[in-house]
């Protein structure tokens, strides 16, 4: 049986030597992570606004380095197809990410057909009301796909391996700043992808 931190280290492990190798990935993840920082300031004073940055910037950053700029060919380094990273990826890969992202995208609609939604609301009546309303109902999908994924963890690995990753993904800002802020440089200096040769789980 792992302890709790060897089974975070092996996960945050996983996560970079499988789906970081571009430095570009590496750089939009440093701009994800400081956005993230900035959420969760805001969360203590403004939830709407938490709600904004966190997926209009945190999350779309994010995001955009995995679909547009990972390599999607057979990694070498750590000799395993794409497909199989997929398979064994303990949280959202690809394929949940864009049920997720669909989610998040179509969420807002729901105001169309109950401005109250179900009395949550009262009914917008300004450009600023809505937008405030479509963020928090964005905050919700967040915290909501976050205890999903986690209780589903839960059913199909163990009650550990849910906590480990939830604790991972709030703690991933922290944690990808400390790997990622060194990959501007790096990309400047005409280095695309991590060699990922000299790291081991920390």
């Not at 300031?41 to 939830?47: A, G, K, R």
């Not at 309303?133 to 839960?154: D, K, M, P, S």
């Not at 922290?174 to 990959?183: E, G, N, P, S, V």
Request: overall charge neutral; charged content about 20%; proline content about 4%.
């Amino acid at each position: 049986m792992q302890t709790f931190r060897q089974a975070l280290a092996i996960q945050r492990w996983d996560d970079h030597r499988y789906y970081h190798h571009s430095r570009v990935n590496q750089t939009l993840h440093l701009i994800s992570a400081l956005s993230f920082l900035c959420t969760y300031w805001l969360l203590l004073t403004n939830p709407a606004a938490a709600a904004l940055v966190g997926w209009l910037v945190a999350m779309v950053s994010r995001q955009i380095g995995h679909f547009f700029f990972e390599p999607k060919g057979f990694d070498e380094v750590n000799q395993a197809t794409h497909e199989h990273k997929e398979d064994i990826k303990v949280g959202y890969n690809l394929r949940r990410k864009v049920v997720l992202l669909s989610i998040w995208a179509i969420s807002p609609l729901a105001l169309l057909f109950d401005p109250t939604l179900m009395g949550w609301f009262e009914p917008y009546a300004t450009r600023d009301q809505l937008i405030e309303q479509v963020a928090l109902i964005w905050l919700v999908v967040a915290i909501g796909g976050l205890l999903f994924r986690t209780v589903q963890l839960f059913f199909i690995r163990d009650v550990q391996t849910g906590l480990v990753w939830l604790t991972k993904i709030l703690t991933d800002p922290f944690h990808d700043i400390k790997l990622y802020h060194r990959a501007p440089l790096q990309l400047l200096r005409g280095e695309w992808i991590d060699p990922m040769h000299a790291r081991t789980p920390d």
